[in-house]
Protein backbone atom coordinates (compact mmCIF):
# COMPACT_ATOMS: atom_id res chain seq x y z
CA UNK A 1 0.00 0.00 0.00
CA UNK A 2 1.32 3.79 -1.53
CA UNK A 3 -0.24 4.84 2.11
CA UNK A 4 1.96 2.78 4.45
CA UNK A 5 5.02 4.12 3.11
CA UNK A 6 3.82 7.62 3.54
CA UNK A 7 5.02 9.54 7.35
CA UNK A 8 3.15 8.72 10.03
CA UNK A 9 2.84 10.28 13.11
CA UNK A 10 0.59 10.60 16.03
CA UNK A 11 -2.20 12.34 15.00
CA UNK A 12 -3.51 14.39 18.31
CA UNK A 13 -6.34 16.18 16.50
CA UNK A 14 -8.14 12.43 16.52
CA UNK A 15 -7.72 11.86 20.19
CA UNK A 16 -11.30 12.44 21.80
CA UNK A 17 -11.21 14.52 25.38
CA UNK A 18 -8.58 13.51 28.34
CA UNK A 19 -10.43 12.30 31.73
CA UNK A 20 -8.83 12.31 34.96
CA UNK A 21 -6.73 9.22 35.58
CA UNK A 22 -8.56 5.61 37.94
CA UNK A 23 -6.17 3.66 40.16
CA UNK A 24 -7.31 0.30 40.91
CA UNK A 25 -5.55 -2.27 43.30
CA UNK A 26 -2.61 -4.57 41.23
CA UNK A 27 -4.85 -7.62 41.95
CA UNK A 28 -8.07 -6.36 40.02
CA UNK A 29 -6.06 -5.39 37.28
CA UNK A 30 -7.36 -9.30 35.57
CA UNK A 31 -10.73 -8.09 35.63
CA UNK A 32 -10.31 -4.85 33.34
CA UNK A 33 -12.35 -6.17 29.90
CA UNK A 34 -12.72 -2.86 28.87
CA UNK A 35 -9.83 -1.28 26.42
CA UNK A 36 -8.01 1.68 27.99
CA UNK A 37 -7.54 5.19 26.71
CA UNK A 38 -8.94 8.53 25.00
CA UNK A 39 -12.47 8.30 24.39
CA UNK A 40 -13.83 8.23 21.15
CA UNK A 41 -14.85 6.40 17.76
CA UNK A 42 -12.26 3.75 16.51
CA UNK A 43 -11.71 4.59 12.65
CA UNK A 44 -9.28 2.13 12.00
CA UNK A 45 -5.21 1.46 12.49
CA UNK A 46 -2.41 3.08 11.12
CA UNK A 47 0.27 1.54 9.25
CA UNK A 48 1.67 -0.40 12.14
CA UNK A 49 -1.61 -1.59 13.43
CA UNK A 50 -2.22 0.99 16.36
CA UNK A 51 -6.01 1.68 16.45
CA UNK A 52 -6.92 5.54 15.72
CA UNK A 53 -9.10 7.29 17.34
CA UNK A 54 -11.65 10.21 16.84
CA UNK A 55 -13.39 11.78 19.78
CA UNK A 56 -16.91 13.39 18.30
CA UNK A 57 -18.41 14.03 21.31
CA UNK A 58 -17.02 17.22 22.39
CA UNK A 59 -17.97 20.68 24.48
CA UNK A 60 -16.80 22.42 21.47
CA UNK A 61 -18.22 22.32 17.76
CA UNK A 62 -16.47 20.02 15.88
CA UNK A 63 -16.80 19.59 12.04
CA UNK A 64 -15.53 16.92 10.52
CA UNK A 65 -15.35 16.50 6.11
CA UNK A 66 -14.84 13.05 4.42
CA UNK A 67 -14.42 13.09 0.70
CA UNK A 68 -14.46 9.39 0.21
CA UNK A 69 -16.69 6.54 -0.17
CA UNK A 70 -20.51 5.83 1.73
CA UNK A 71 -19.30 2.38 2.85
CA UNK A 72 -16.68 4.45 5.52
CA UNK A 73 -19.42 7.25 6.23
CA UNK A 74 -21.69 4.43 7.48
CA UNK A 75 -18.87 2.25 9.01
CA UNK A 76 -18.21 5.81 11.20
CA UNK A 77 -22.16 6.01 12.21
CA UNK A 78 -22.42 2.68 13.43
CA UNK A 79 -19.23 2.86 15.33
CA UNK A 80 -20.62 6.35 17.30
CA UNK A 81 -24.17 4.91 17.44
CA UNK A 82 -22.16 1.80 19.42
CA UNK A 83 -20.79 4.30 21.19
CA UNK A 84 -24.45 5.53 22.87
CA UNK A 85 -25.06 8.62 20.73
CA UNK A 86 -27.51 9.44 18.65
CA UNK A 87 -26.91 9.73 15.00
CA UNK A 88 -28.92 11.82 12.78
CA UNK A 89 -28.37 11.36 8.95
CA UNK A 90 -29.78 14.17 6.22
CA UNK A 91 -29.38 12.25 3.04
CA UNK A 92 -31.05 12.65 -0.35
CA UNK A 93 -30.73 9.13 -0.74
CA UNK A 94 -32.37 7.26 2.39
CA UNK A 95 -32.90 3.75 0.26
CA UNK A 96 -29.16 3.40 0.64
CA UNK A 97 -29.39 3.94 4.59
CA UNK A 98 -32.45 2.43 5.37
CA UNK A 99 -31.33 -0.99 5.84
CA UNK A 100 -28.17 0.47 8.37
CA UNK A 101 -30.73 2.74 10.30
CA UNK A 102 -33.45 -0.77 11.46
CA UNK A 103 -30.53 -2.67 12.03
CA UNK A 104 -28.37 -0.10 13.97
CA UNK A 105 -29.55 -0.21 17.87
CA UNK A 106 -31.60 -3.34 18.05
CA UNK A 107 -35.02 -1.66 17.28
CA UNK A 108 -33.91 1.62 18.71
CA UNK A 109 -33.90 4.58 16.81
CA UNK A 110 -30.05 5.91 17.43
CA UNK A 111 -29.80 6.24 13.56
CA UNK A 112 -32.44 8.46 12.22
CA UNK A 113 -32.96 9.63 8.86
CA UNK A 114 -34.27 13.00 7.54
CA UNK A 115 -34.64 14.45 3.88
CA UNK A 116 -32.71 17.01 3.09
CA UNK A 117 -32.89 20.58 4.92
CA UNK A 118 -35.02 18.71 7.19
CA UNK A 119 -32.94 17.89 10.31
CA UNK A 120 -34.93 19.27 13.45
CA UNK A 121 -32.99 20.17 16.91
CA UNK A 122 -31.68 17.34 18.41
CA UNK A 123 -31.34 18.70 21.81
CA UNK A 124 -27.80 17.29 22.28
CA UNK A 125 -26.32 17.20 26.14
CA UNK A 126 -23.34 16.10 26.92
CA UNK A 127 -25.00 12.93 28.85
CA UNK A 128 -26.42 12.24 24.95
CA UNK A 129 -24.38 13.32 22.13
CA UNK A 130 -25.33 13.72 18.57
CA UNK A 131 -23.60 13.00 14.93
CA UNK A 132 -25.05 14.70 12.36
CA UNK A 133 -24.11 12.76 9.21
CA UNK A 134 -24.83 15.09 5.90
CA UNK A 135 -24.85 12.77 2.91
CA UNK A 136 -26.41 15.60 0.85
CA UNK A 137 -24.12 14.70 -2.64
CA UNK A 138 -21.38 17.04 -4.11
CA UNK A 139 -23.19 20.36 -3.98
CA UNK A 140 -24.71 20.25 -0.33
CA UNK A 141 -26.61 23.33 0.85
CA UNK A 142 -25.70 24.88 4.22
CA UNK A 143 -27.09 22.78 7.13
CA UNK A 144 -29.92 23.78 8.83
CA UNK A 145 -28.58 22.12 12.14
CA UNK A 146 -25.01 22.92 13.03
CA UNK A 147 -22.22 22.04 14.50
CA UNK A 148 -22.16 23.04 18.25
CA UNK A 149 -21.37 22.01 21.82
CA UNK A 150 -21.87 18.24 22.16
CA UNK A 151 -23.46 18.35 18.76
CA UNK A 152 -20.68 17.22 15.37
CA UNK A 153 -20.92 17.51 11.50
CA UNK A 154 -19.43 14.79 9.43
CA UNK A 155 -20.69 15.93 5.76
CA UNK A 156 -19.88 13.17 3.16
CA UNK A 157 -18.50 14.28 -0.37
CA UNK A 158 -18.06 11.39 -2.87
CA UNK A 159 -15.25 14.21 -4.86
CA UNK A 160 -14.48 17.48 -5.22
CA UNK A 161 -16.48 20.00 -5.66
CA UNK A 162 -17.06 23.81 -5.89
CA UNK A 163 -17.75 23.65 -2.48
CA UNK A 164 -15.17 21.30 -1.18
CA UNK A 165 -12.28 23.87 -0.47
CA UNK A 166 -14.90 26.08 1.55
CA UNK A 167 -15.53 22.84 3.71
CA UNK A 168 -12.73 21.80 3.84
CA UNK A 169 -10.93 24.84 5.25
CA UNK A 170 -13.88 25.00 7.77
CA UNK A 171 -13.55 22.01 9.36
CA UNK A 172 -11.76 20.67 12.27
CA UNK A 173 -10.26 17.50 11.02
CA UNK A 174 -10.75 16.57 6.60
CA UNK A 175 -10.28 12.78 5.41
CA UNK A 176 -9.31 12.07 1.93
CA UNK A 177 -9.61 8.49 0.02
CA UNK A 178 -8.89 7.83 -3.89
CA UNK A 179 -9.14 10.91 -5.69
CA UNK A 180 -8.42 11.79 -9.16
CA UNK A 181 -4.59 12.98 -9.94
CA UNK A 182 -6.08 16.70 -10.75
CA UNK A 183 -8.20 16.36 -7.29
CA UNK A 184 -5.40 15.19 -5.69
CA UNK A 185 -3.45 18.14 -6.32
CA UNK A 186 -6.13 20.91 -5.29
CA UNK A 187 -6.64 18.86 -2.14
CA UNK A 188 -2.18 19.05 -1.83
CA UNK A 189 -2.80 22.50 -2.20
CA UNK A 190 -5.52 23.48 0.19
CA UNK A 191 -4.10 21.04 3.62
CA UNK A 192 -0.86 21.85 2.52
CA UNK A 193 0.51 18.06 2.07
CA UNK A 194 3.85 16.80 0.65
CA UNK A 195 4.17 15.83 -2.59
CA UNK A 196 4.44 12.57 -1.54
CA UNK A 197 1.30 12.69 0.21
CA UNK A 198 -0.31 14.30 -3.14
CA UNK A 199 0.91 11.66 -5.33
CA UNK A 200 -0.60 8.40 -2.92
CA UNK A 201 -3.90 9.76 -2.98
CA UNK A 202 -5.10 8.92 -6.59
CA UNK A 203 -3.26 5.03 -5.64
CA UNK A 204 -5.18 4.34 -2.53
CA UNK A 205 -6.60 0.68 -1.94
CA UNK A 206 -10.10 0.83 -0.54
CA UNK A 207 -10.64 1.63 3.01
CA UNK A 208 -7.41 3.99 3.32
CA UNK A 209 -8.12 7.36 4.09
CA UNK A 210 -5.66 10.04 4.54
CA UNK A 211 -7.22 12.27 8.01
CA UNK A 212 -6.13 15.68 8.62
CA UNK A 213 -6.25 17.71 10.93
CA UNK A 214 -4.36 21.25 11.12
CA UNK A 215 -0.80 20.38 10.47
CA UNK A 216 -0.62 17.14 11.70
CA UNK A 217 -1.57 13.53 9.04
CA UNK A 218 -2.55 10.21 9.70
CA UNK A 219 -3.21 7.19 7.49
CA UNK A 220 -6.07 4.62 8.62
CA UNK A 221 -6.82 1.69 7.30
CA UNK A 222 -10.62 0.79 7.66
CA UNK A 223 -11.68 -2.58 7.86
CA UNK A 224 -15.08 -3.73 8.93
CA UNK A 225 -16.23 -6.08 11.02
CA UNK A 226 -17.70 -9.43 11.18
CA UNK A 227 -21.14 -8.00 11.39
CA UNK A 228 -20.47 -4.57 9.65
CA UNK A 229 -19.10 -6.70 6.59
CA UNK A 230 -22.24 -8.71 7.23
CA UNK A 231 -24.23 -5.76 6.80
CA UNK A 232 -22.66 -3.17 4.81
CA UNK A 233 -20.23 -5.55 2.43
CA UNK A 234 -16.56 -4.99 2.07
CA UNK A 235 -15.08 -1.57 1.93
CA UNK A 236 -15.37 -0.04 -1.43
CA UNK A 237 -14.21 3.80 -2.42
CA UNK A 238 -16.95 3.56 -4.97
CA UNK A 239 -21.25 3.08 -4.45
Known sequence: MSAARAPIGRLRGLLGPRHAGHAVP???????????????????????????????????????????GLWTAQV????TAGTGARVAVETGRGQAWTTLAQAAGAGLECITLHDVGRVPPTGATVGDPVLVVRDCGMRPPRGRVVASPWQSVLTLLPYMSPVAPRLMRAASLVGVQRVSPGEAEQVGRILGLSRAESEAL???????????????????????TDAESGLLGVARRMD
Not at 35 to 59: K, M, N
Not at 76 to 79: C, E, F, G, P
Open 26 to 68: TDALGALSLPVGDDGVVIGDDAEGRPQIVGFHRPVPYEVLLIG
Open 202 to 224: PTLADGVTLWCSGRERQWVMTVG
Open 76 to 79: LALR
